[in-house]
């Protein structure tokens, strides 16, 4: 199968368009899942892309860029492993031991736009201390074309020599390496789920936990998805409705609490004074009563 001159063109631009998402607005089109998912309906097999992307995404869980650290570039590799995937036709699997390894590689990709656009920032600090607004505003989306052309070419040229690529790499990489990559594919997800139960308040809401792994487990014939995360769902519900009428009982309790004080007489020298105001109110209070 041969990538034909629109798809690739439709692809490239699209990775562009992810990068510039992943950077301002995050919609989610930057999102690995979203990237096989578009590059199967474009190649025509959205089942292989959903596949791919959607294994990508379980490796990405609780990894972000802070700081300016710089991250794989799973995106592309979900592009570019769907792609690989259908035009060999050796399956998903095939893709996202591809994926995985493109996506490392064009790690250093990132780290060249930051480096290019460190150009455009710093021609804007100086076109600032001249007080040039319009030309920082310039240089500012002009440091959009590193970011675009980081992802677009190495997808381009990927798709450009897909065939000869894929032909090369079944005729280089041996086996025992492609079963590795697979295991990697299959491992990574569980690395992701695990990088984000980190962030997870765990030692709290374990019984949640255990429930909705428990049914996954041992039903999962029985439960999808969707119907553990309704069950996720009501739980929480439930949850923040108890709490909720605990602290109106503990509201209710304080204020009881603060009416039934003795009332406060001030301006009190003599202890004795206050000893005999003590007396009346206790008087006071047992004949309210």
């Known amino acids: 199968m041969k990538v034909s001159a629109i798809a690739i063109i439709v ?114 600090t100086r076109e600032a201390e001249k007080g040039n607004y319009e ?57 992701g789920i695990a990088i984000l139960m980190r962030y997870l308040p765990l030692k709290r809401y374990y019984p949640y936990f255990i429930l909705g792994f428990a049914l996954m487990a041992y039903f999962a014939k029985q439960f999808s998805l969707l119907g553990l995360a309704l069950i996720g769902f009501a739980l929480a519900a439930i949850y923040v409705m108890n709490r909720r009428k605990d602290h109106q009982k503990a509201n209710s309790v304080e204020t009881k609490q603060s009416t039934s004080q003795p009332k406060h007489i001030e301006n009190i020298q003599n202890p004795n004074d206050a000893i005999e105001a003590n007396r009346v109110d206790e008087e006071e209070v047992e004949f309210d009563a």
């Open 135 to 191: 030309a920082v505003e310039r240089n500012n989306l002009y440091g959009i074309i590193p970011w675009v052309l980081s992802r677009a070419i190495p997808v381009f040229i990927g798709l450009t020599f897909g065939a000869a690529v894929v032909k090369a790499i079944n005729n280089w990489i041996p086996q025992w390496l492609m079963n590795g990559l697979k295991t990697a594919g299959i491992i990574l997800p569980a690395m």
């Open 11 to 124: 692809l490239s631009l699209y990775v562009g368009l992810g990068q510039l998402d992943a950077l301002s607005l995050k919609t989610g089109i930057y999102s690995p899942v979203f990237g096989g998912a578009v590059a199967g309906l474009v190649l025509g097999d959205l089942k292989t892309g959903l596949i791919v992307g959607a294994t990508l995404q379980l490796a990405t869980l609780g990894v972000a860029t802070y700081g300016g650290a710089t991250v794989p570039d799973f995106l592309s590799g979900a592009v570019m492993g769907t792609a690989y995937a259908i035009i060999s036709g050796r399956g998903a699997a095939y893709g996202i031991g591809l994926a995985i390894p493109i996506g490392l590689l064009l790690t250093q990709m990132d780290i060249l736009a930051r480096l290019a656009n460190t150009y455009f920032q710093n021609h804007a």
